[in-house]
């Protein structure tokens, strides 16, 4: 195997890269600019040199403590995610200022994937510490999203605080007509009282 297609090969074991869409990143850093090919790989190697999860909340940073964890104007909520990517996802709409737990994964007992794996001990010791009012479970609308979120709530069902789920059925700018039959059960359940701005 030539440079080339290792490289190729290597491109395409990327999430949602296919082998012609790593062809075509590939042809391109071969014509393009050494510098930038340059500081591309030095960036790449860097990265699990520099980045780790944050002692506190399990999300990357190249802290000890993620900027979130150590910022003292974040609310006492603690929102539970599945990967780093939906801490980023969700700080984006600017509609959330508690903290976050990252799971790095769900519950999955055909893969090996257990209470122990995913640290829920961890998680209910900063619940404890944080003195968290609100747990919200946004973990995603799959099966096994489905069960981590209701595995949590069990072992909190002895616990004084507000257990929320994030809700889930239509995306904006949906349609009806190409949405499936679980996403449509979904928005009924979780609908809500139909308010205008001047309510």
């Known amino acids: 195997m030539n440079t080339l297609e290792n490289l190729i090969s290597l491109l395409s074991r990327l999430p949602g890269i296919g082998r012609k869409s790593a062809a075509r990143m590939a042809y391109f850093l071969l014509k393009g600019d050494a510098e930038y090919n340059r500081m591309l790989a030095l960036s790449i190697s860097e990265l699990k040199e520099k980045i780790h999860k944050c002692r506190e909340c399990g999300d990357f940073t190249e802290n000890d403590l993620c900027s979130i964890c150590s910022s003292p104007n974040r609310e006492n909520i603690l929102c539970v995610v599945e990967e780093s990517q939906d801490v ?112």
């Not at 072992?155 to 929320?164: A, G, H, P, Y």
């Open 88 to 199: 980023q996802m969700i700080e984006s709409t600017g509609d959330f200022k508690g903290y976050y737990h990252v799971l790095h994964g769900v519950l999955s007992p055909l893969d090996g994937i257990g209470p122990t794996e995913l640290g829920f001990d961890n998680l209910l010791e900063r619940i404890q510490r944080l003195g968290v009012k609100e747990l919200i479970l946004a973990t995603n609308p799959t099966l096994e999203g489905d069960s981590t979120a209701l595995y949590i709530k069990h072992i909190l069902k002895e616990k004084d605080i507000l257990v929320s789920r994030i809700a889930s059925g239509l995306p904006v700018g949906g349609d009806m007509e190409y949405a499936d039959k679980l996403s449509i059960s979904r928005a009924l359940r979780g609908r809500m009282a139909f308010q205008t701005e001047d309510e």
